[in-house]
């Protein structure tokens, strides 16, 4: 497994996670520590999202 691969898989789960928590407990957690909607919040949302797209590729590699 490639370096780029371990982090998106890194970045899929704490997104992941937080979407639990959010549906769970109604607590974002990328919120609470970066505040609503702000310039970080937004570039680590944007990195969780493309992680899950580059997921997508992992699914067919050998």
Do not use: E
Request: hydrophobic share 65%.
């Amino acid at each position: 497994m490639k370096v780029i691969d371990k982090i998106a898989l890194v970045l899929v789960i704490i997104g992941a996670i937080n979407w639990g928590l959010i549906g769970i407990f109604n607590f974002n957690l990328v919120a609470a520590i970066f505040g609503d909607m702000t310039l970080i919040s937004r570039i680590i949302y944007g990195l969780v999202g493309v992680s899950g797209l580059w997921a997508i590729k992992l699914l067919f590699d050998d």
